[in-house]
Nanobody
């Protein structure tokens, strides 16, 4: 089992920044992929950014150039963060941390990001 806990969402004005954090614990050695997904009102859940065990990073076109991600592995814990800069109203969504092992998918509870003036 893998446990994921997100934090860092909130309310911000357009152009502002937020840092989303995800702490993974449990059987973290089996994780080969981690990603940040989001789901806005009336929309399907979409991949925002991801990183593989080997450090290969992928991002949605909508966030390229303004949302760096990082992953720090310690004994027993993975810290997975996404810095969101130059936020736009269309970034408003619930953001979810995801981890994939060779036979399971795990999701955090989500953290809300609201961008509005």
């Amino acid at each position: 089992q893998v446990q994921l806990v997100e934090s860092g969402g909130g309310f911000v004005q357009p152009g502002g920044s937020l840092r989303l954090s995800c702490v993974a614990s449990g059987r973290i050695a089996s994780i080969d992929f981690m990603g940040w997904y989001r789901q806005g009102p009336g929309n399907q859940r979409e991949l925002v950014a991801s990183i593989t065990r080997d450090g290969v990073i992928d991002r949605a076109d909508s966030v390229k150039g303004r949302s760096p991600i990082s992953r720090i592995d310690t004994e027993g814990t993975i810290y997975f963060q996404m810095q969101m800069n130059s936020l736009k109203p269309e970034d408003t969504a619930a953001y979810f941390c995801h981890a994939r092992t060779n036979n399971s998918d795990y999701w955090g509870q989500g953290t809300q990001v609201t961008v509005s003036s």
